[in-house]
């Protein structure tokens, strides 16, 4: 990306399309499971939602760190040490969500992701 080129919005926009990836992966494979024991087929496409899945998690951490805690996280820009404390915590949060999406496939951390990135993205697009 061009030095001083940003697009928030898109950016989260991204995250927030990486996340239903992700909850769509947990879900299609949690409906394949229930025929991986008879049919390799299933457990092929099983196997690949689960990649899908923690690639998107991958991309997810990868853009809050890089993009937005690396990029468009300014000390200087922030009126006080509390404010910062918290926009910190909120990035901190969302990427602790989405590994823990890497880690299961229970729907319930997709929930948590996406109300994580809902709270973060708010610093994006105020």
């Not at 989405?98 to 708010?122: F, G, N, S």
Request: charged content about 30%; overall charge neutral.
């Amino acid at each position: 990306m061009p030095c001083g080129i940003f697009d928030d919005p898109a950016i989260c926009a991204q995250v927030k399309q990486d996340a239903a990836t992700v909850r769509k992966a947990m879900t299609q494979a949690a409906e394949l499971h229930k025929e991986a024991s008879q049919s390799l087929l299933a457990m092929n496409q099983m196997t690949r939602w689960i990649a899908t899945k923690e690639e998107h998690c991958k991309k997810i951490i990868a853009t809050v760190s890089e993009y937005m805690l690396c990029q468009r996280v300014k000390r200087a820009e922030i009126k006080t040490e509390e404010e910062y404390l918290e926009v910190l915590k909120l990035h901190h949060e969302a990427m602790q969500a989405a590994m823990k999406c890497k880690q299961t496939c229970d729907v319930a951390q997709a929930d948590d992701l996406d109300h994580r990135l809902e709270h973060l993205c708010k610093v994006y697009t105020k």
